[in-house]
């Protein structure tokens, strides 16, 4: 069953470093999602992007943060300069392009990100 | 703006009894509703979904939801549980409006069953 991945599962940065967190969505899928979860809080919805460009975005994505589609395949999150509250684990979502009706997310395994 | 409500943060159960996990939402637009399962060290599975038709509604692993749009609630249900369903589980919504495919989550139920 194809699913979606995510690299690094682990990673650990000092405050100020940039990181850049990438994700394998299923490979017909044509919507992609970042959510985060900070330890023991809900789970968030970051960005989603369609088309190339990005079709909705929450208040904690801010200029710190951005996305990008660099090949047929990859979906990367790139935090800027990272602060000790961006220490979260970061889901990439995936979905197929089926109308608002059909469309279900499938979610990654995540990656944990540790800035100290 | 909408909201998610998970009533309860910690269930215990003890093996093969029943369990019902508690959701509630708040919207002003109709919504689409689902539940995942987050197994320890895993990501997040779909267990159901809830889009339109009959209001209950079948998932993986035996588990059941019924819709209650009076009372604005899916809660999620499972006759008989097994030690394997020890897991974290969050209600989500999506806005029914086109555009918006964002997923609201509630702060999840830590569903622990004893032998």
């Known amino acids: 069953e194809p699913e979606v991945t995510q690299t690094p599962s682990h990673q650990v940065t000092q405050m100020g470093q940039e990181v850049i967190l990438r994700c394998v969505p299923i490979s017909n899928h044509l919507y992609f999602y970042w959510y985060r979860q900070i330890l023991g809080q809900k789970v968030e919805f970051l960005v989603s992007f369609y088309n190339n460009e990005i079709s909705e975005k929450s208040e904690i994505f801010d200029d710190q943060f951005s996305v990008e589609r660099p090949d047929g395949s990859n979906f990367t999150l790139k935090i800027r300069s990272t602060k000790l509250e961006d220490s979260a684990m970061y889901f990439c979502?995936?979905?197929?392009?089926?109308?608002?009706?059909?469309?279900?997310?499938?979610f990654g395994p995540g990656t944990r990100l540790l800035v100290l | 703006a909408q909201s998610v409500t998970q009533l309860d943060s910690q269930v215990p159960v003890f093996e093969e009894a029943p369990v019902e996990l508690r959701c509630n939402y708040s919207?002003?637009?109709?919504?689409?509703l689902f539940w995942y399962v987050q197994y320890p060290n895993q990501g997040l599975q779909l267990l159901l979904k809830y889009l339109s038709g009959s209001t209950l509604v079948k998932g993986i692993n035996g588990f059941e939801a019924e819709f209650n749009k009076s009372q604005t609630s899916f809660h999620l249900r499972k006759p008989s549980v097994h030690i394997s369903d020890t897991a974290e589980y969050f209600c989500a919504v999506r806005l029914f409006s086109g555009g918006y495919n964002k997923l609201i989550f509630g702060a999840g139920t830590r569903l622990a069953v004893h032998p």
């Open positions: 979502a995936s979905s197929e392009d089926l109308g608002a009706y059909q469309e279900t997310q499938y």
């Open positions: 919207s002003s637009v109709s919504v689409y």
